[in-house]
T-cell receptor, first 115, second 110 residues
């Protein structure tokens, strides 16, 4: 079955540590996204990528980094510069036809907690 | 002011009731409108997709868009306990990026 796989489901980070969240899709979608979800704030865009080897900052990119070396993969690194990383992280992908992405397909998310 | 405003609720209704959800927005360039459903600790899933103004119906779900008022709605008829979830509105102009509302948490009581 086609879909998006995020791993791990739960992740614990110590202060000052970098961690990487994995996102893999087998939908042959061109675009991929990372969102952060906090209670009462909805989804906020961290980074997005429209094609391989290209990505753009979203609204809250500080303290995060990404890479897009393969169409299927879009890993997110939460660096020690991110001061409040505890959140639910969602990866998504979309296909673009006629100039618009027809909605997103989301992964099941990774819950990151700082300990 | 947020680009997309959505009342977070929570909203609690008895089984069989009509659930009414809505969002307002400020960007007049938005022309693609979506509703997502998110169960606890899961990723959102696309429920309804609407282009421009008008109504769209899919089973028990009806989505309405009023671009003149910058207002969109989702109605759930004959609500079931399995409809208990957080509902997120999302919208976009003509590029890849979606702008999301904060989500409304709905509980349908059996």
């Amino acid at each position: 079955d086609g879909g998006i796989t995020q791993s791990p489901k739960y992740l614990f980070r110590k202060e000052g540590q970098n961690v990487t969240l994995s996102c893999e899709q087998n939908l042959n979608h061109d675009a991929m996204y990372w969102y952060r979800q906090d209670p009462g704030q909805g989804l906020r865009l961290i980074y997005y990528s429209q094609i391989v080897n290209d990505f753009q900052k979203g609204d809250i990119a500080e303290g995060y980094s990404v890479s897009r070396e393969k169409k299927e993969s879009f890993p997110l690194t939460v660096t020690s510069a991110q001061k409040n990383p505890t959140a639910f992280y969602l990866c998504a992908s979309s296909i673009r036809i006629g100039g618009f992405g027809y909605g997103y397909t989301f992964g099941s998310g990774t819950r990151l907690t700082v300990v | 002011q947020k680009e997309v405003e959505q009342d977070p609720g929570p909203l609690s209704v008895p089984e069989g009731a009509i659930v009414s959800l809505n969002c307002t927005y400020s960007n007049s360039a938005f022309q693609y409108f979506m509703w997502y459903r998110q169960y606890s600790r899961k990723g959102p899933e696309l429920l309804m997709y609407t282009y421009s103004s008008g109504n769209k119906e899919d089973g028990r779900f009806t989505a309405q868009v009023d671009k003149s008022s910058k207002y969109i709605s989702l109605f759930i008829r004959d609500s079931q306990p399995s409809d208990s979830a957080t509902y997120l509105c999302a919208m976009s102009s003509n590029d890849y990026k979606l702008s999301f509302g904060a989500g409304t948490t709905v509980t349908v009581r059996a």
